[in-house]
């Protein structure tokens, strides 16, 4: 469970977003869990090969999630909110295999299947009813007419890639002691990282593309020392990682055009281009 709270990056009257009198707004409750989990971890007689498959299934309510939302008086801000009920459907595979005394690999894998089972919340936005693509009506009350009534049930979680792939590769051979240092290995090892498309933030408008990141490092270690040449992020890609959605506001961007955009922005996030350099390290103490 993740406890509740009251949000410390809103303030001001204009929170009253459902126009009740009451600024519950604020207010986010608890997160609870039920996570199932069914796995096993294997390995060959000799210890050269690992592999550890696991399936899981998360179910979420009152999720706590992260949002930009726009108040009655326009004004976009970021608070918690409860999104109801949420479930994530998961498989991962863990292997690592070493052939010889030199060589060893190591991948993950994981597969995931996000969706909002009830997300039900109001807005007296209309930018947040382009977002949603509706706007449910009720006139129950007079102030319940002046509100639209949306449920994002059937989205995607934000920032949950359906594909997501870690490898890596080592070669490495003995050099025996020199330097201060016993044990010595030359190695060569480079590791990738995959991420399939996932969306942004949960109104699911923005999809990020899927990227591909690769490192490569070349050195020597020992007990006492390190020093290697690395180059991060090799093939110079610059897909962009992560981001977070911005909604527009026309009424204010007329009023203060230099502060508020008319149109939803996303901000981005690109990687370090590529990276060479050297790093060296060295271990105080002992003998």
């Known amino acids: 469970m993740k406890p509740g709270g009251i949000s410390t990056v809103t303030a001001g009257s204009w929170q009253d977003a459902d126009y009740d009198g009451l600024y519950e707004e604020f207010k986010f409750k608890d997160e609870k869990i039920q996570e199932y989990e ?4 294997l390995q060959t007689e000799d210890g050269r090969l690992r592999f550890n498959p696991a399936v899981f299934l998360i179910k979420y309510e009152d999720k ?11 004004i976009a801000v970021g ?13 991962e595979l863990d292997a690592q295999w070493a052939p010889s005394a030199n060589w060893l690999f190591g991948v993950n894998y994981s597969f995931l299947r996000t969706e909002f089972t009830d997300f039900p919340f109001t807005s007296a936005s209309a930018t947040d009813a382009v977002r949603v693509n509706d706007c449910g009506r009720q006139f129950d009350t007079a102030a319940n007419a002046r509100l639209c009534f949306f449920n994002l049930r059937g989205k995607e979680l934000e920032r949950a890639p359906k594909h997501s792939v870690v490898g890596l590769a080592r070669w490495s051979m003995p050099m025996g002691d020199f330097f201060g240092g016993s044990g010595a290995r030359f190695f060569i090892e480079g590791d990738m990282q995959y991420q399939s498309t996932r969306f942004v933030d949960f109104f699911n408008r ?18 006492r020392w390190d020093v290697l040449v690395y180059a991060n992020n090799i093939t110079d890609d610059d897909t962009f990682q992560g981001g977070s959605a911005n909604p527009g506001d026309v009424a204010q961007s ?11 922005t996303t ?8 990276i060479i350099g050297i790093r060296f390290g060295y271990r105080f103490g002992g003998n």
Request: hydrophobic letters at 35%; glycine letters at 12%; proline letters at 8%.
């Open 79 to 91: 608070r918690l909110l409860n999104a109801g009920k949420a479930e994530v459907e998961g498989l």
């Open 38 to 41: 069914l796995g096993a971890k």
């Open 254 to 264: 007329l009023a203060d055009p230099s502060n508020f955009s008319p149109a939803n």
């Open 206 to 223: 923005v999809k990020l593309d899927s990227y591909t990141i690769g490192n490569l490092r070349i050195g020597v270690t020992s007990d």
């Open 267 to 274: 901000g981005l996030t690109m990687p370090d281009p590529r």
């Open 64 to 74: 706590q999630t992260g949002a930009q939302l726009i108040t009655p008086s326009g």
